[in-house]
């Protein structure tokens, strides 16, 4: 077995036991991120109405930024998650379908949803280049994935080395999360129609997250 096979393993082994930690953290970083992150989100998800299917919902963080009355099918296999995930959607008047699964086997048919968002979701699974074939697969026509990551600085600069450096750690502690990953190039090579990638540097004391993009898919 490869070792990055080994590793994936490991984290899907020990998911029960971060989990509930993770879980915490979120709560106890989201108004943080809420400062760091609202403008943007704002303009990015606004807009949204009617189906959104949200990869890793998380403690369900980005329901603020939708409109009241959206149906969110959420996808987040952490289920120490899931409760935070309904409080949040009852406070902001959303329709929450909670679905324990991973974004690698989407639990739809194809050619199901106009919308899809995520932040901060692709650093962290095991293999995002399927992921982004799961979000083209059951995106309709004409349908579009909005996102939101942090990425691999540039090669040769200092921040590219404090990411090697702090690569495993890193990814132990917050349950697979990878501080290396080129997500721009991943997004271009996935066969969609079209991809506009705006990058962008976080203002944030967590320096290995500092390097971000902000992209919108076309099916």
Sequence with gaps: MLQTDRETLDVQRTHAVRGRFNAWLLEVLDGYQ???????????????????????????????YLAPGTRVIAIEPNVHMHRWLRARAARHGIDVDVRAATAEALPLADRTVDAVISSLVLCTVPDPARVLAEVRRVLRPGGRYWCIEHVAAPEGSALAGLQRALRRPWRWMFEGCETCRDT???L????????????????????????????????
Excluded: C, W
Excluded at 39 to 60: I, N, P, Y
């Design 184 to 186: 721009a190039r991943l």
């Design 188 to 219: 271009r090579e996935a066969g969609f129609a079209s991809v506009e990638v705006t990058p962008f540097t976080l203002p944030t004391v967590f320096a290995p997250i500092r390097p971000q993009i902000a992209a919108v898919a076309v099916r």
């Design 34 to 64: 809420h400062r760091k992150y609202a403008a943007l989100k704002r303009e990015m998800f606004g807009g949204l109405s009617h189906t959104v299917l949200e990869l890793g919902a998380g403690d369900g963080a980005n329901f603020r």
